[in-house]
Every structure is written in C-alpha cells, then in structure tokens.
C-alpha cells in the first residue's frame, strides 16, 4: 500500500524553526517528485513547495521563499521541510504529497501551529 | 500567485448532474492542460479526482468529468450522489515549477 507518514507538526513561536518529515512507503520513492501543500484548518488548500526526484530541482510559493527549504533523502524514503523564521500566518496543516500534475496520494497531515 | 476562482458553494439534488468551475488566466489554467481536482470529506486529507483537465486516475468513478476552455476548467459529476458531498479544489500549474490551488467549492448534496 502506499503511504506517506508526516510527522513533527507543533507549536513553535514566532520566529522559531521547525522540521517536518514525511516517511514514504509502498512505491519506489525516488522515482517520484514530491510536494508540500497546507491549509489553514477550515480554508482551502496552499500549494508550498516541490521538489524533483534527484533532489536537484526546487520551487517555492513566493510566500515561504527564503524561510523554507525542501529536501529529500532517497535512500531514508523521507522528504523534510525545513521551516524557518515562522510567522502566525503559516499555521496550517502540512501535507506531503507524491506527484507532479496529479496529486496523489496525500499523507495525513501535521499541524504546525506558531504562537506565543 | 493568485489563487485561483471557484464559486464557493454549488447544490445539487440526487441524480443530477452539477459542474463547478475554476478561472485562472493565461498564465496557469489557459497556458497549460495541468489542471486538476481534488475532493476533501471533512477531517480527511483530498483524493485527486481528475488530473492532466480530464484524465480520471483509477478507481475514480466515470461519474466524474473534467474539461477545460479557455482559461476556465470545470469538472462535472454526473448521477449525483450523497457521498459526493464535500469540498472540491481545482489546482493548476502556473510555470517556473509553481503551482496554485482555487479557493475550493463546497457541494451540498439536497
């Protein structure tokens, strides 16, 4: 079965920095691009970052350019988001995501919440 | 990066057939045939629907329909049914390896 696990969701204040990891299982990983999508619970859904299947290739919503990095390490089965210099406005649910023009399958989300 | 226009709430009775639309410009939805949809129930993470304006992945029902004219894309689900009741984001891609979501549409099975 195909799975995506997100993890390392918190509260972190602002300013603060925070990892997600998202663990991939049931396909062979580093065939595939990956992505990173969040919403504000309640809102809608907000495309945050891509990434190719090397590694080699990155894309950033303008709103997250500069404070976050995406990465992936293909013999771990894992892609991180690295989230620095936080603000109340990216507290959202962060979902991993495989694929390029279709998304599919999605993890399960993790909630990242800044405030003091 | 602007988000990308869906009417906020769409209804339909049983068996009906209802279309919802997403309008971007010419630099995501009208520049490229990556447009695709997501349904999300609530507290569930969304399952994409439709992919490439009207590809359907599998497992997905015939019930679903995407199309594209112009810089609106629609996806139609026909024979409605109560289950189909849930939200619906339309995404495209809109160059330089970006990609936007719409606002997302909220289908009211009556």
């Known amino acids: 079965e195909v799975q995506l696990v997100e993890s390392g969701g918190g509260l972190v204040q602002p300013g603060g920095s925070l990892r997600l990891s998202c663990a991939a299982s049931?396909?062979?990983?580093?065939?595939?691009?990956m992505q990173w999508v969040r919403q504000v619970p309640g809102k809608g859904l907000v495309w945050v970052s891509r990434?190719?299947?090397?590694?080699?290739?990155?894309t950033y919503a303008d709103s997250v350019k500069g404070r976050f990095t995406i990465s992936r390490d293909n013999a771990k089965n894992t892609l991180y988001l690295q989230m620095n210099s936080l603000r109340a406005e990216d507290t959202a649910v962060y979902y991993c995501?495989?694929?390029?023009?279709?998304?599919?399958?999605w993890g399960q989300g993790t909630l990242v919440t800044v405030s003091s | 990066q602007s988000a990308l226009t869906q009417p906020a709430s769409v209804s339909g009775s049983p068996g009906q057939s209802i279309t919802i639309s997403c309008t971007g410009t010419?630099?995501?939805?009208?520049?490229?045939?990556?447009v695709s949809w997501y349904q999300q129930h609530p507290g569930k993470a969304p399952k994409l629907m439709i992919y490439?304006?009207?590809k359907r992945p599998s497992g997905v029902s015939n019930r679903f329909s995407g199309s594209k004219s112009g810089n609106t894309a629609s996806l139609t689900i026909s024979g409605l049914q109560a289950e189909d009741e849930a939200d619906y984001y339309c995404?495209?891609?809109?160059?330089?390896?970006?990609?936007?979501f719409g606002g997302g549409t909220k289908l009211t099975v009556l």
């Open positions: 990434i190719s299947s090397d590694g080699s290739d990155t």
């Open positions: 010419s630099s995501d939805v009208g520049g490229y045939d990556y």
């Open positions: 995501v495989r694929g390029v023009n279709g998304l599919d399958p």
């Open positions: 049931g396909f062979t990983f580093s065939n595939y691009w």
């Open positions: 995404c495209s891609y809109a160059g330089g390896g970006t990609f936007v």
């Open positions: 490439d304006v009207s």
